[in-house]
């Protein structure tokens, strides 16, 4: 029947692997894109204080402040990122979908 089909296809373990780390990879390009769009922001803001100066010999107090949170948070983000992440030896694998199930044989009984 397909309703077992449907549980043999989409609940077997090879396809609930496949899908969490389909799932995986597609968050962590999120968060990826997600935290250059804000970095990027950041250095916008830092950009506008620093123009906003008037020609100024001495950057304003906004620029300094915006310059030190910038600096403040890509030290950490640096360092957060080698912690985390050990050197890998080697590349992971990636995981192909699984083949789709053959029912005919027990279709045609």
Not at 9 to 27: D, E, K, L, N, V
Not at 33 to 46: A, D, I, Q, R, S
Not at 67 to 83: G, K, V, Y
Request: charged fraction near 25%; proline fraction near 5%.
């Amino acid at each position: 029947s397909r309703q077992v089909q449907h549980t043999f296809r989409f609940y077997s373990q090879q396809w609930r692997t496949w899908a969490a780390c389909f799932i995986q990879a597609a968050w962590r390009r999120y968060y990826k894109k997600k935290n250059e769009y804000l970095l990027h922001k950041e250095e916008n803001k830092f950009r506008v204080a620093l123009s906003g100066s008037n020609g100024n010999a001495s950057p304003s107090l906004g620029a300094t402040i915006y310059a030190s949170r910038f600096a403040a948070n890509a030290l950490r983000a640096h360092r957060q990122r080698n912690m985390e992440r050990p050197a890998r030896t080697t590349p992971l694998i990636k995981l192909q979908k699984p083949a789709e199930p053959d029912f005919t044989a027990e279709d045609s009984e």
